[in-house]
């Protein structure tokens, strides 16, 4: 059974960081690409970023270039989402999701986890 958990959200000021991490399990993760999507009251699906399973091909909206970086250290079946100068548009359902083969901006994802919460305050 895949599972993929999502945590290190939380409550932060505008101009902080926060660091998601993305535990996966039930699957062979360097088989998959991973991708961060995140989703606000009364919005649709926002992709963030994805990463391949090497690391070597990285996607990131245009709304989070430059702030956020993502990564994935397949020794502990785990992609991260680091997110620096957040902005009170960055609040949303943050969840993490796992592609077999290649990685993409669209929510093409075969498993995605529940999600943590990001709240910035301005």
């Known amino acids: 059974q895949v599972q993929l958990v999502e945590s290190g959200g939380g409550l932060v000021q505008a101009g902080g960081s926060l660091k998601l991490s993305c535990a996966a399990s039930?699957?062979?993760?360097?088989?998959?690409?991973m991708g961060w999507f995140r989703q606000a009251p009364g919005k649709e699906r926002e992709f963030v970023a994805a990463?391949?399973?090497?690391?070597?091909?990285?996607y990131y909206s245009d709304s989070v270039k430059g702030r956020f970086t993502i990564s994935r250290d397949n020794a502990k079946n785990t992609a991260y989402l680091q997110m620096n100068s957040l902005k009170p548009e960055d609040t949303a359902v943050y969840s993490c999701?796992?592609?077999?083969?290649?990685?993409?901006?669209?929510?093409?994802?075969?498993?995605w986890g529940q999600g943590t919460q990001v709240t910035v305050s301005s």
């Open positions: 999701a796992a592609r077999f083969a290649t990685a993409t901006m669209t929510p093409t994802y075969q498993y």
């Open positions: 990463i391949s399973w090497k690391g070597g091909t990285i």
């Open positions: 039930g699957l062979t993760f360097t088989s998959y690409a």
